[in-house]
Each structure stands twice: as structure tokens, then as C-alpha cells.
């Protein structure tokens, strides 16, 4: 992966758009300033130092040995990606919240982690399920927000510097003092147009940090992928469970695909306000109105306490009961992919069956 392709330019200021004629899309690269902190952006408060001293007490930071012993089971089948043919697209999950999107022409990358270990974690538990080498030329990568496990500045070196970044607002200048030159970075409710596809940076129940001094100073959130066709792909990135999803779904009829995440969410008084629970990403697609769900965010890093099988155990369980269609479900495994076709043969989107 040494060339970007011809679809994308190779400066900030040559990354070509189109005309921002309508309302929230901004130009590409632009240089912008943001207020200092984020923190009225918050859905809840953060946890002070009682919560800190009760986690401590309960020790619930890992699984016990028990809830460890699914790791030689978590599903992870890499293969080749799929071709694409004309006016479709195709998903493929790396491992946690990193994903390969190809829409539009566009081949875009979702938080990208390819290390082996992040700061804070025990290593990876599956591999990633496409090896670096085998990614095709990056036209644009998204990203949600600046924790390590989604943002990962040892992947992000091995991009060329001219690789087109959609970053959160007030995340720029970390780019930029890396090398990179096509940084875009966005509000909530705010998009671009690169190569015919939209990128809109949609809300999210979380919240920032990467050192000791910048809690909430970058904002956070997802991304909805509006192709030339007409897919839409949405990319929760970090969220817990909120209002926010039906307000995307309101702004975003007709999404094809929700990738959700389902993991890291135990002990659930520690972790309920920034991270869904499977039950909860079942209603967030539900809230959303979109037509499949891809679980993501679990089978990868060891985050917090639940048993590292659980979270597939209990979305499925959760897709049942709510009487929707299983082929709607893209549980896929680490390394797996699936195809989107026309949108002229979408089904309609899930509902009881």
C-alpha cells in the first residue's frame, strides 16, 4: 500500500469535493477552531473517584478464569476480501472497530488498529483478520474518537501521508503534527464529498481522552457512509445506548447497514452511559431503522468484565426475541466480510416477524 489511488488527491488542498451546496457539508483540509473542551457534549456525567475506589474493591476490571476460557472459541476466519461489483458494496471486519469499507469506488478504513497491543490491554486476542499487505490502496479513513483502541497512531504510520483523515472535531492538529496533510475534521452533523460518497459525523453517547490533561478537549462520535448508489453504511465507532440513534435514523432513512458495538460492558454501573450492551445495540438498530446489524467493539481486546463469548451469546439471543430476520444479523467472525447489493433490491428494513 504505497500509492493512494487516482480517486483521491494527494495534498489537503487538492483532495477534490464537491460543491458544498447543501447545509453541513464543509470543504475538505479546512483549518477551523474549536472551543476548548467538549464537556457539554456529555450525556452523563463522567465517573469520579468513588466510582474509581468501588472498581477497585470489586476488582472487576478483566474476566475471571472462567470467562476466559472462550478465548480458543472467539470466531475469527480470515479470507480473501470479495469483489465488488458495480453499484455495491462490501464490509469486512478487521477486529474490534476497525473495519474495511468499500463504497462508491472508495476503500475506507474505521478506526483502524492493526497492532498488536494497545496501551492499557492485554494483547490481542484474535489477530487481525486482514493482514496489512493484503488492504487495498486507502482512500479516506475515518475516525471516531482518540481512545487507543480506536485510535491507533502506530497503524496510522504506515499510510501515506496524504491519506485523507475525517477525524472529530479538535483532532486535527494531533494529525497534522504526525505528517498528515488531507486532515478533515467535523461537528456533529457536519460532512463531506470525497470521490462521490458522504461522510456525515454523527453523535454518540461517549466521551474523550488520551492523556492525563485532555479529558473531552476532542469531540466524539460516529460516521454515516452515503454512497453514489445510494448505500448507507453507519459506524457507531463508541457508543452507549441513548436518543441519539433515532435522531440518526430520522436524518438517515433507509441505512442498509448498522455496525454496532456490543462489548465492554461489564460491570454494567461502570460502563452503562458509554458502552451499549447487546441487548441495547438491538434497539439502537431498531431506534435507527436500519435494515442489518454487524456486531463489532468484542473478540478483540479485553476490556472489561464480561465473558469474552458473552456478548455473541446474548445478541443473538437479543435478535430473537425482538422477531427479526436471522440473515438481517451479520454476526460476522474476525476476518469475515459480506457484500452489499444494488439498493434497487433492498429488502425493507427489520421488523417482527
Known amino acids: 500500500m504505497t500509492e493512494q489511488t487516482d480517486r483521491t488527491a494527494r495534498a489537503a488542498g487538492g483532495v477534490r469535493a464537491e460543491p458544498a451546496a447543501r447545509a453541513g457539508v464543509r470543504p475538505l483540509g479546512e483549518l477551523r477552531r474549536w472551543p476548548r473542551s467538549f464537556a457539554d457534549r456529555l450525556t452523563a456525567p ?43 458494496a462490501a464490509v469486512t471486519w478487521a477486529g474490534h472497530a476497525s473495519w474495511i469499507l468499500r463504497i462508491g469506488g472508495l476503500t475506507v478504513l474505521t478506526d483502524p488498529v492493526w497492532s498488536r497491543k494497545i496501551l492499557g ?51 486535527a492538529r494531533w494529525c497534522r503534527r504526525r505528517g498528515f496533510t488531507a486532515v478533515t475534521e467535523l461537528d456533529w452533523w457536519e460532512a463531506v464529498d470525497l470521490g462521490g460518497v458522504r461522510f456525515e459525523f454523527v453523535p454518540a453517547h461517549h466521551w474523550s481522552k488520551r492523556s492525563l490533561l485532555d479529558t473531552c478537549r476532542t469531540l466524539w462520535g460516529g460516521w454515516v457512509a452515503t454512497g453514489p448508489a445510494g448505500h448507507r453504511i453507519y459506524f457507531a465507532g463508541d457508543t452507549g445506548y441513548g436518543h441519539w440513534f433515532a435522531e440518526i435514523g430520522r436524518r438517515h432513512p433507509g441505512i442498509d447497514l448498522a455496525l454496532l458495538p456490543i462489548g465492554a460492558y ?34 478483540t481486546f479485553v476490556l472489561s468484565a464480561e465473558p469474552v463469548l458473552e456478548p455473541l451469546r446474548r445478541v443473538r439471543a437479543a435478535w430473537d426475541r425482538a422477531g427479526l430476520p436471522r440473515d438481517a444479523l451479520w454476526d460476522l467472525p474476525v476476518g469475515g466480510s459480506r457484500t452489499l447489493v444494488s439498493p434497487a433490491a433492498v429488502a425493507s428494513p427489520p421488523g417482527p416477524r
Not at 56 to 66: H, K, L, N
Not at 126 to 137: A, F, K, M, Q
Not at 268 to 275: A, F, G, K, S
Request: charged share 20%.
Open 46 to 88: 463522567l465517573p469520579g473517584m468513588r466510582g474509581f475506589a468501588r472498581l477497585a474493591r470489586e476488582g472487576a476490571f478483566r474476566p475471571d478464569p472462567e470467562g476466559l476460557r472462550g478465548i480458543p472459541d472467539l470466531p475469527y476466519a480470515p479470507a480473501p476480501l470479495p469483489p465488488v461489483a458495480a453499484g455495491g
Open 121 to 171: 490491554t492485554p494483547a490481542r486476542l484474535t489477530p487481525v483478520g486482514v493482514r496489512w499487505e493484503d488492504v487495498p490502496p486507502v482512500d479516506a479513513v475515518l475516525i471516531s474518537h482518540n481512545h487507543y483502541d480506536h485510535l491507533d497512531a502506530p497503524t496510522l504510520r504506515r499510510l501515506p501521508r496524504h491519506t485523507p483523515l475525517l477525524v472529530p472535531a479538535g483532532l
Open 266 to 299: 461489564a460491570p454494567r454501573w461502570w460502563l452503562r452511559e458509554v458502552h451499549a450492551d447487546p441487548e441495547e445495540a438491538v434497539q439502537a438498530c431498531l431506534d435507527l431503522g436500519a435494515r442489518r446489524m454487524a456486531p463489532m467493539h468484542w473478540a
